[in-house]
T-cell receptor, first 115, second 113 residues
Framework: AQSVAQPEDQVNVAEGNPLTVKCTYS??????LFWYVQYPNRGLQFLLK??????LVKGSYGFEAEFNKSQTSFHLKKPSALVSDSALYFC?????????????FGDGTTLTVKP | DADVTQTPRNRITKTGKRIMLECSQT?????MYWYRQDPGLGLRLIYY???????NKGEISDGYSVSRQAQAKFSLSLESAIPNQTALYFC????????????FGDGTRLSIL
């Protein structure tokens, strides 16, 4: 079975500081990992993904994520936060061995960036 | 125009009523999904369809049904609505393949009194 955990309900950072939103996963096979962002009254928007290859992946709006196989983690990062980054962030996983490509989503982390 | 369009955006109705939520897409994707979002619970999969003739139950399909009318259209029905089905509902699409991301509509906020 596949699962994903976002251990922090809320992350607060000051504008200009680096940010990290944490995600850990569990799969039987190889993981396909995704980050999405949700702004108020909008659907989820795809940010970035890890399929294979380089452990550091870059995505939209200056976000990046680091895949760590030994720690089964896929943390979202940004070197310098903007107030406009404030939103709800979801990590999602697919297991290469199961579920015909269905995704499992974490419960979400609310990021607040203060001026 | 949005690539994934959900109608209505908001709906208030009464217990026992039949409700249909509609989703249409212009992305040309074969795969379509219905999710439910509740505060603090993330997204839970209700039904998914990998092509017009393929319909599959997700983790919380009880009380819901779907219809895939065409490649571009995927409807979710609540046959007899109950208050605990009050939630935000999202439709999503994707291309085939494990590495393909999902593309979401802006959601339908459903309240059942």
């Amino acid at each position: 079975a596949q699962s994903v955990a976002q251990p922090e309900d809320q992350v607060n950072v000051a504008e200009g500081n680096p940010l990290t939103v944490k995600c850990t996963y569990s799969v039987s096979g190889n993981p396909y990992l995704f980050w999405y962002v949700q702004y108020p009254n909008r659907g989820l928007q795809f940010l970035l993904k890890y399929i294979t290859g380089d452990n550091l992946v870059k995505g939209s709006y200056g976000f990046e994520a680091e895949f760590n196989k030994s720690q089964t983690s896929f943390h979202l990062k940004k070197p310098s936060a903007l107030v406009s980054d404030s939103a709800l962030y979801f990590c999602a996983v697919r297991d290469s061995t199961a579920n015909a490509g269905k995704s499992t989503f974490g419960d979400g982390t609310t990021l607040t960036v203060k001026p | 125009d949005a690539d994934v369009t959900q109608t209505p955006r908001n709906r208030i109705t009464k217990t026992g009523k039949r409700i249909m939520l509609e989703c249409s897409q212009t992305k040309g994707h074969d795969r379509m999904y219905w999710y439910r979002q509740d505060p603090g619970l993330g997204l839970r999969l209700i039904y998914y369809s990998f092509d017009v003739k393929d319909i599959n139950k997700g983790e919380i399909s009880d009380g819901y049904s779907v219809s895939r009318q065409a490649q571009a259209k995927f409807s979710l029905s609540l046959e007899s609505a109950i208050p605990n089905q009050t939630a935000l509902y999202f439709c999503a699409t994707s291309e085939g393949g494990m590495g393909q991301p999902q593309h979401f509509g802006d959601g339908t906020r459903l309240s059942i009194l």
